[in-house]
């Protein structure tokens, strides 16, 4: 079995939902992409029905379809009140280009500086919610972009060639070394919430324990048990998790507010 690069992701162009599911509020952002391109954005505000918690969240999903299907893992953000900005890597969704290792780092890259650059909301700090790809992707931003008030990395993977490896021993794999997350983790005093379900078949929650174990404090491990890969909504640990996820973000939000002044 021969494995390459392009294995690591699972893009579509397909539309499977929208902020208008969740009765939220939303307008397009593009932000700065490949060979000055751009890539398609959603700037969605928090429900009109809670008091906004002045905290902006950037989205960062996974390798499968695009960023209308992971909006059902992402826009409990909103409905919690934190403005959120979820966007397509290059080659996902209405993204042009095609996605690679580097290329996805790069974009998440840009879309942080252009948010810090020009914030949605002036004012509001910035934080990550990156979750399986999405995960290792923020954890390679971490060290260039100090003033993030937070990064929570869900279902994460130390590297694709490791968690290739495992899945698929004495497979032929073509996948770049050099993009494991560990060395950017240990370099990055960002506060981190990882989290990791039991019951994860794509990627071993093994890998979540790797990454909070090199990374630099501030930091936490939350394992949820008998919880499948980034599903935790579908979970009866539901609440748990959204309470853990919002109580780490509004500390964060404190935090950075508070160094501000």
């Known amino acids: 079995m021969l494995i390459a690069e392009h ?43 809670v008091i906004p918690r002045g905290l902006t969240v950037l989205h960062l999903h996974g390798n499968a379809q695009n960023m209308t299907a992971h909006l059902f893992a992402s826009a409990f953000l909103a409905r919690e009140g934190f403005d959120l900005i979820t966007f397509d890597y290059r080659g996902y969704g209405k993204s042009p280009g095609t996605p690679s290792l580097a290329g996805i780092i790069a974009d998440g890259g840009a879309a942080v500086r252009a948010l810090l650059d020009d914030p949605p909301v002036p004012g509001q700090p910035l934080a990550l919610f990156g979750q399986s790809m999405g995960a290792f992707t923020s954890a390679h931003l971490l060290p260039d972009f100090p003033q993030l008030a937070a990064a929570i990395l869900e279902a994460g993977l130390t590297s694709f060639r490791d968690l290739f490896l495992e899945v698929y021993p ?92």
């Open 7 to 49: 294995h690591c992701f699972y893009p579509d162009r397909f539309e499977y939902a929208n902020p208008d599911q969740w009765d939220l509020s939303y307008a397009d952002r593009p932000l700065p992409g490949p060979e000055g391109a751009f890539l398609s954005a959603w700037h969605i505000r928090p429900d009109r029905r």
């Open 170 to 261: 004495g497979a032929d794999i073509k996948v770049p070394d050099g993009f494991s997350t560990l060395g950017p983790l240990a370099a990055s005093r960002v506060p981190k919430l990882f989290l990791h379900g039991t019951a994860d078949t794509v990627v071993p929650p093994a890998h979540s324990e790797r990454m909070h174990q090199a990374a630099a404090d501030p930091k936490e491990l939350v394992i949820l048990p008998g919880v499948g890969h980034i599903d935790a909504l579908e979970s009866p640990l539901a609440p748990i998790y959204r309470e853990r996820v919002t109580a780490f973000l509004d500390a964060a939000a404190r935090t950075a507010v508070t160094n501000q002044k």
